[in-house]
Structure formats: C-alpha cells, structure tokens
C-alpha cells in the first residue's frame, strides 16, 4: 500500500479503484503526511508531550536530503524531529519530498527558511558582511593576516564559503531552539546506518559538542586511507584547513613561513596562542 504512494498518480488512483477497501486507508495515510510536516509550534508542542530526538540538517540539495531523512528513519527507534532548514524559495518543494518520509506516526518534521530564521534571531552571519569572500578575489599568496588560514589546494572548494555550510555555528543563537536542550547535526550528503538514539542519549555533562571518533584517515607513510581509532585527537585530522598535526608534523611544520603557504596548508604563526586569547575573553578561563 505504501509502494503504491510512492509512484505515480494515475497508479495510485487505478489502485484505489480496483481495490475499493484500499481507500480508506490511502486517506487516512496521505493525511497523516500532512499533519506531520508540522509548523514549528506544532512540532515543539508536540515534543513536550512526547520526548523527541531533534536533528537539525541545513541544505539547499533537495535529492541528496530526502536520501539522509529516510535513512535517519529506517535505522532509528524513537520519535524523531526534524528541523530542515532551506532556501526560501525550496520550502514548499522540501515540504513535499518530506511527504513519503513522515507518514510515519513516530516523524514530525518542520522546513524553515534559514534567511527568515537568522533575521528573527537577529544575528549578523559572517556571510552577511561586506567583507565577506573579499579574500577569493585576490591570489592565494595574498590572504595573510594574523587570523588567516591558507588552505592546502586540494581543500579549496566553494561549497565551504556556502551559508548552508556555515549556518551551523550559529544553531545555539537561533530563536527556534530557544527551548530545546541539545539537537543533533547531520552533514546532507550522508547515509545514517546505525540509530541516532545511541547518540542522542549520549553523556553530554561536561561537554558543549560532540562528534564522531571514528573517521577515516589519510597514512602519509604509506599513502592509503585508514579507520582512525577511537579518540583520535582532531588535530590529525585536516578539517581545519592547515593539515594534520601529528606525531610526522609539527605545529612548527604547520606554520606559514614567510607569508607563504605549503601543500598541506599552513596556519598564522601563534595562531593557537590567538585562539587560547579569545577563548579565554569568552570563557573567563584558559585552556593552556
């Protein structure tokens, strides 16, 4: 019955004709899709009734989402909330790939736009100021200041200047989540195999973020990928745009010399004793 939503229109109605008990059913499903694409006061209404897992995905691929969603509820037991953020323009086409998904009673899901969103949180995103991507307009040599990090080349991808990629720094400050303890932050172009409850029920006492602790890692000695183990401190991992720090390089070797950067990319000179300044003038503590 549920196959026979998913194709075509004319399908589904010469099904509902040729198996006339069928109709009540297909009703009582496709209107079960439409309450549960909830506005965000229903949805958070409803998760004060029933303890929900909130997932937060920002995307602007609709395709590459809808595959996400779908893996998030195949593989997880619980109530889950969806918060999917999205150009304006796409609400209404998010709001219908999300159709099929939530017809389950345990979904609820609700599609902002996330420009509305950061205008009712009155925040001012670093893709909002003027300066913004000023620094992709000159050569890669010439993007030097005490905060610049010279990405190795291989690391420049324009998908990393997008808002829908930075959009998650800002999740703690949006109004949306004002009341809503943690939420969990999925990339769009992955596939969820394992449930998203075990994360959900982690221990979070002494800690504002978590991630993943097993990532793949590149073996510089004998050039293949490898499973990291557990606990791998993220500086052997190069996601932060200077490469790896680890027991082959430095954070001697990670330093731009002389204005200019290196293969695996290169941070400022002291750049962790800048950052060790201004998490100790937000924290009031210094972590060394």
């Known amino acids: 019955l549920i196959l026979g939503i998913s194709v075509p229109s004319i399908t589904s109605a010469l099904l509902i004709r040729v198996h006339p008990v069928y109709e009540s059913a297909m009703r009582s499903i ?56 999205v150009p304006e323009a796409s609400e209404s086409a998010m709001n219908s790939a999300l159709s099929s998904i939530v017809a389950d009673s345990s979904v609820r899901a609700a599609v902002y736009s996330l420009s509305k969103t950061i205008e009712e949180s009155d925040l001012n995103p670093i893709w909002e100021w003027d300066e913004y991507l000023s620094s992709t307009e000159v050569p890669l040599s010439e993007w030097k200041s005490k905060w610049t990090i010279q ?10 200047f997008s808002k829908f990629n930075l959009a998650r720094f800002y999740m703690a400050d949006y109004a949306i989540f004002r009341d809503i303890d943690r939420v969990i932050f999925i990339d769009d ?8 409850q075990d994360v959900w029920k982690a221990d979070m006492s002494n800690s504002v973020v ?3 602790c097993r990532l793949w890692q590149w073996d510089t000695q004998c050039n293949l990928w490898r499973l990291a183990p557990d606990r791998t401190p993220m500086l052997q991992f ?7 720090i680890d027991e082959y390089r430095s ?6 010399r002389q204005g200019k950067s290196t293969p695996d990319g290169c941070m400022p000179k002291n750049f962790f004793k800048t950052l060790d300044k201004v998490y100790s003038n937000i924290s009031g503590d210094s972590s060394g």
């Not at 439409?34 to 409803?46: M, Q």
């Not at 990405?151 to 990393?160: F, I, R, S």
């Not at 172009?189 to 998203?196: F, K, P, S």
């Not at 190069?238 to 790896?244: I, N």
Request: with cysteine; proline share 2%; charged share 20%.
């Open 238 to 244: 190069p996601f932060l745009g200077f490469g790896s």
């Open 151 to 160: 990405p190795a080349a291989w690391d420049y991808d324009e998908k990393h």
């Open 251 to 256: 954070i001697e070797d990670a330093t731009c």
């Open 30 to 85: 496709q209107r079960n899709m439409r309450n549960n694409v909830k506005s965000r006061e229903a949805l958070l209404s409803h998760c004060q009734r029933v303890e929900c897992i909130h997932v937060v995905i920002f995307t602007d691929r609709i395709i590459g989402a809808k595959t996400v969603l779908r893996s998030i509820t195949e593989n997880t037991n619980g109530t889950i909330a969806f918060h999917i953020f």
């Open 210 to 212: 978590l991630a993943g």
């Open 189 to 196: 172009d992955i596939i969820v195999q394992g449930d998203v």
